[in-house]
């Protein structure tokens, strides 16, 4: 399996801690910020996994995009108008390609 391939799977994967999290009644703020920390640890792993030139093209794309070289935060998520269901779903939503 290749990197993206394995960070696509470790990204969907996410799902099931969502789920664990709902049936022992999490509410959705906790479920959004408890999946969005795994999301961005994920992040941060392949990206430091990723060789160069790619990783800093990634890293470029990504501050261009949301200000932060991880991804989106959570405030920004929110300043952006996203619910915390929304960002639970797109937690668990491998983004594009850079």
């Known amino acids: ?14 799902a099931s ?9 999490a509410g959705a703020e906790t479920i959004a910020r408890a999946v969005h920390a795994e ?9 430091s996994l990723t060789p160069e030139p790619t990783r800093a093209r990634i890293h470029a794309r990504t501050v261009s995009v949301y200000g ?4 989106p935060t959570i405030e920004y998520l929110r300043a952006q108008g996203r ?4 960002i639970i779903e ?9």
């Open 1 to 14: 399996m290749s990197m993206r391939a394995e960070y696509e799977a470790q990204v969907r994967a996410l």
């Open 17 to 25: 801690l969502v789920d664990h999290m709902r049936k022992n009644g």
């Open 39 to 47: 999301r961005r640890a994920l992040s941060t792993h392949f990206k």
């Open 68 to 71: 932060d070289p991880l991804g």
């Open 83 to 86: 619910t915390w269901d929304e």
């Open 90 to 98: 797109s937690a668990t939503r491998p983004g594009p390609l850079p």
